[in-house]
């Protein structure tokens, strides 16, 4: 009996290794089926603010709005390129309501939804990249997406982030916000002001979206709950997934836990 058992154990233990193993190949090639055959997943791009909202914090000098419609623009042609289906929310300097942008995504199927925005903080050493989800069904993407960005910027890694944002709170499928860098740090200012590295940002998020489903990471930081709670569960949290996998760099600590000013409208 107890021999019997030890070899049944082992059985099932090899089973498992072997489906676990086979598991994330299978997701790849599933993913990479879906777009060669069927209907093109529609690629939602939202370029944060517009019109009277620049974004961004009061004097800040470069305006968000301009910066996440260039990228947009940018990420569309890449994404198109590649057979997506590409909806924008908005394509010119003009102000669009965050209803409508939920509206605008929930009426598509099979779509995803990528909202573009940059970072601002009064402190201007604050910088790096982060990135948002909200629902679980999102987390996929937003760490596909993050990984790609992360690896592409010189900027630092502060991590992805789940958080109440409106347009991931409200929209009904895979959702993701992502922080192209802060306008108030000079260097990612900079970066941000050429054309290249605008286009190198694009490039890297829509690599992300091809790659949302064989990017095997789900560590992030939730940012969901209020004061004391926060930092403790979003210690847990990563431990939790550290235990799991390590396929993706550590988001810097310090930079992590300081506030930086989002404003999303
Ligand atoms: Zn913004």
Redesign the pocket.
Known sequence: MPRYFCRLRLAVASLMAALATSGSSDAAQTSTASQSSGSPTTVVIDA??GGHDR??IPGQTIA?KVM?LDVAQRLRNVLSASGYRVVMTRDSDVFVPLPTRVSIANSYRNAIFVCI????TQRAGAGGIETYFYSRGSLPLASAIHNYVVGGAPSSNRGVRRRGYYVLRRTNIPAVLV?CGFLTNPTEAAYAQTASYRQKLAEEIAAGVRARNSVASDSFIDQTKVARSERHKSKRSHKKSARKKKSSSKPAGSEARSASI???S
């Open positions: 944060g603010h974004g961004g968000e996440t925005h940059f970072n601002a922080e989002h404003r999303e």
